[in-house]
């Protein structure tokens, strides 16, 4: 699925990431390397093939978009190093001729030089490529209206109630006037239910499928 905004394109993945056409960048938020293990270590019974589900949805990515940079929008790793890392260096080897990059979000909290010696470029606060600015938290304020900003945090998640109210909560996408937010791509990372603004635009994630929703 593609969206337009600010006259550029993005190509939509229901693997929760999108590619930005015009630049040839894949953009991902809230992967949270080591999170799954952390709680495994931690006595919580989240699936072993979790940690696996991350990097084949990284890899697909990859191959679908063929990026030449990839944006992490915040939250690339969750704990104290351990075998997710691991697995996360053998994949940066991969494809270690892509530009990869990385806007700190709140759980980053390795060394810079972590990230440096497999040639992942660090930013400490949000950058701009125009007519973007890449950040991990939202922002509450805008410095001029034509500002746009692509950021996550906050995990946003959409609930539709049923005829008989049953209740589904699911990932999305919410492209708003001035701001959008990226789902979690990180498996087991959780979501917040959001509340749209009249004429934010939202697009689900269901059941590996993409699906625009009319904004309730």
């Given amino acids: 699925m593609r969206i337009t905004i600010k006259d550029n394109t993005f190509q939509l993945f229901a693997q929760k990431a999108a590619y930005w056409v015009e630049q040839e960048t ?7 390397i080591g999170k799954v293990f952390h709680f495994r270590k931690a006595g919580i019974a989240v699936p072993a093939q979790a940690i696996q589900n991350n990097f084949d949805r990284l890899n697909e990515l990859m191959e679908l978009s063929a990026p030449q940079r990839v944006i992490f929008i915040g939250d690339l790793f969750h704990s104290d190093i351990n075998k997710e890392w691991e697995l996360f260096c053998d994949w940066r080897k991969k494809y270690k001729e892509t530009d990869m990059q990385i806007v700190l979000g709140n759980h980053d909290l390795l060394p810079n030089d972590f990230c440096e010696q ?10 701009t490529i125009y007519p973007f600015t890449f950040s991990h938290h939202p922002f509450k304020n805008f410095s001029h209206e034509n500002e746009y900003v692509i950021s996550g945090h906050i995990h946003p998640t959409i609930q539709l109630i049923g005829k008989a109210n049953q ?41 590996n499928e993409l699906i625009w929703l009319p904004n309730p």
């Fill in 167 to 207: 209740r589904l909560k699911l990932p999305c996408f919410l492209f708003g006037a001035q701001q959008a937010l990226f789902p979690s791509f990180g498996y087991f990372t959780g979501g917040h239910a959001i509340k749209p603004m009249e004429n934010d635009k939202i697009i689900a994630v269901v059941n």
């Fill in 26 to 32: 894949l953009v991902i938020g809230d992967l949270h």
């Fill in 118 to 127: 497999f040639n992942i470029t660090v930013h400490q606060n949000p950058i």
